[in-house]
Protein backbone atom coordinates (compact mmCIF):
# COMPACT_ATOMS: atom_id res chain seq x y z
CA UNK A 1 0.00 0.00 0.00
CA UNK A 2 1.37 3.22 -0.75
CA UNK A 3 0.00 6.64 0.34
CA UNK A 4 1.16 10.17 -2.13
CA UNK A 5 0.95 13.14 -0.53
CA UNK A 6 1.12 16.25 -2.78
CA UNK A 7 -0.11 19.92 -2.38
CA UNK A 8 2.43 21.44 0.19
CA UNK A 9 4.14 24.24 0.12
CA UNK A 10 4.91 28.37 1.99
CA UNK A 11 1.66 30.83 2.08
CA UNK A 12 0.91 34.02 3.88
CA UNK A 13 -1.15 33.80 6.68
CA UNK A 14 -4.76 34.76 5.79
CA UNK A 15 -4.11 31.82 2.18
CA UNK A 16 -5.34 28.90 1.25
CA UNK A 17 -3.66 25.63 0.48
CA UNK A 18 -4.93 22.35 -0.69
CA UNK A 19 -3.44 19.23 0.36
CA UNK A 20 -4.24 15.49 -1.62
CA UNK A 21 -3.44 11.96 -0.65
CA UNK A 22 -3.41 9.07 -3.84
CA UNK A 23 -3.47 5.69 -1.92
CA UNK A 24 -2.79 2.57 -4.30
CA UNK A 25 -2.26 -0.91 -3.77
CA UNK A 26 -5.11 -1.19 -1.45
CA UNK A 27 -8.03 -4.20 -1.05
CA UNK A 28 -9.60 -3.13 1.70
CA UNK A 29 -13.09 -1.63 2.40
CA UNK A 30 -14.83 0.53 4.83
CA UNK A 31 -11.76 2.53 5.43
CA UNK A 32 -11.06 5.55 6.93
CA UNK A 33 -8.49 7.84 5.46
CA UNK A 34 -7.32 10.70 7.93
CA UNK A 35 -4.46 13.81 8.13
CA UNK A 36 -2.65 14.52 10.72
CA UNK A 37 0.43 16.83 11.44
CA UNK A 38 3.65 17.33 13.23
CA UNK A 39 5.60 20.33 14.07
CA UNK A 40 9.41 20.44 14.96
CA UNK A 41 10.06 19.20 18.55
CA UNK A 42 5.95 18.57 18.97
CA UNK A 43 4.24 15.06 18.53
CA UNK A 44 1.96 14.18 15.53
CA UNK A 45 -1.56 15.45 16.32
CA UNK A 46 -4.99 15.00 14.60
CA UNK A 47 -6.24 17.27 11.89
CA UNK A 48 -9.37 15.64 9.96
CA UNK A 49 -10.70 11.98 8.53
CA UNK A 50 -13.36 11.18 6.94
CA UNK A 51 -15.13 7.78 6.65
CA UNK A 52 -17.18 7.51 3.27
CA UNK A 53 -19.19 4.34 4.15
CA UNK A 54 -20.54 6.08 6.96
CA UNK A 55 -20.59 9.53 5.50
CA UNK A 56 -18.17 10.76 8.35
CA UNK A 57 -15.92 13.37 9.17
CA UNK A 58 -14.26 14.88 11.67
CA UNK A 59 -11.99 17.73 12.91
CA UNK A 60 -9.28 18.59 15.46
CA UNK A 61 -10.60 21.91 16.89
CA UNK A 62 -8.21 24.08 16.26
CA UNK A 63 -9.17 23.39 12.51
CA UNK A 64 -12.74 23.75 12.46
CA UNK A 65 -14.32 25.78 10.26
CA UNK A 66 -11.50 26.69 8.36
CA UNK A 67 -9.65 22.55 6.94
CA UNK A 68 -12.04 20.48 4.74
CA UNK A 69 -11.55 16.95 4.37
CA UNK A 70 -12.93 15.53 1.43
CA UNK A 71 -12.49 12.70 -1.24
CA UNK A 72 -13.49 10.00 -3.98
CA UNK A 73 -14.09 6.57 -2.54
CA UNK A 74 -13.71 5.01 -6.15
CA UNK A 75 -10.52 6.74 -6.51
CA UNK A 76 -9.01 5.86 -3.31
CA UNK A 77 -8.34 9.97 -3.03
CA UNK A 78 -8.42 12.33 -0.51
CA UNK A 79 -8.53 15.84 0.05
CA UNK A 80 -7.82 18.76 2.68
CA UNK A 81 -8.65 21.99 1.50
CA UNK A 82 -7.18 25.06 3.90
CA UNK A 83 -8.43 28.48 4.54
CA UNK A 84 -7.62 31.24 6.47
CA UNK A 85 -4.16 29.29 7.37
CA UNK A 86 -1.81 30.60 10.86
CA UNK A 87 1.79 30.38 11.35
CA UNK A 88 0.56 27.77 13.88
CA UNK A 89 -0.45 25.40 10.73
CA UNK A 90 3.54 25.01 9.75
CA UNK A 91 4.07 21.59 10.21
CA UNK A 92 4.64 18.31 7.89
CA UNK A 93 1.21 16.75 6.98
CA UNK A 94 0.90 13.24 6.86
CA UNK A 95 -2.45 11.35 4.94
CA UNK A 96 -3.38 8.21 6.58
CA UNK A 97 -5.10 4.91 6.32
CA UNK A 98 -7.30 2.97 8.84
CA UNK A 99 -7.91 -0.32 7.47
CA UNK A 100 -9.33 -1.56 10.01
CA UNK A 101 -12.17 0.64 10.65
CA UNK A 102 -14.84 -1.07 9.97
CA UNK A 103 -14.65 -3.11 12.99
CA UNK A 104 -13.93 0.23 15.40
CA UNK A 105 -17.52 1.70 17.11
CA UNK A 106 -16.30 4.83 16.19
CA UNK A 107 -14.88 4.60 12.83
CA UNK A 108 -13.37 8.19 12.50
CA UNK A 109 -10.57 7.96 14.66
CA UNK A 110 -8.35 10.98 15.89
CA UNK A 111 -5.30 8.88 17.29
CA UNK A 112 -2.05 8.33 15.15
CA UNK A 113 -2.03 4.32 16.64
CA UNK A 114 -5.34 3.86 14.85
CA UNK A 115 -3.59 4.24 11.29
CA UNK A 116 -1.45 1.78 9.76
CA UNK A 117 -0.68 2.97 6.89
CA UNK A 118 0.73 6.67 6.22
CA UNK A 119 2.78 8.53 3.77
CA UNK A 120 5.50 10.47 3.63
CA UNK A 121 4.08 13.80 4.28
CA UNK A 122 4.20 17.25 2.34
CA UNK A 123 5.39 20.41 4.17
CA UNK A 124 3.22 23.40 4.78
CA UNK A 125 4.92 26.86 5.88
CA UNK A 126 2.52 29.67 6.83
CA UNK A 127 4.42 32.98 7.02
CA UNK A 128 3.24 35.54 9.03
Known amino acids: VQLVESGGGLVQAGGSLRLSCAVS????????MGWFRQAPGKEREFVAA????????TYADSVKGRFTISGDNAKNTVSLQMNSLKPDDTAVYYC??????????????????????WGQGTQVTVSS
Open 50 to 57: INWIDDMT
Open 25 to 32: GNTFSDYT
Open 96 to 117: AVDSVAKFRVVKVSATPRSYDY
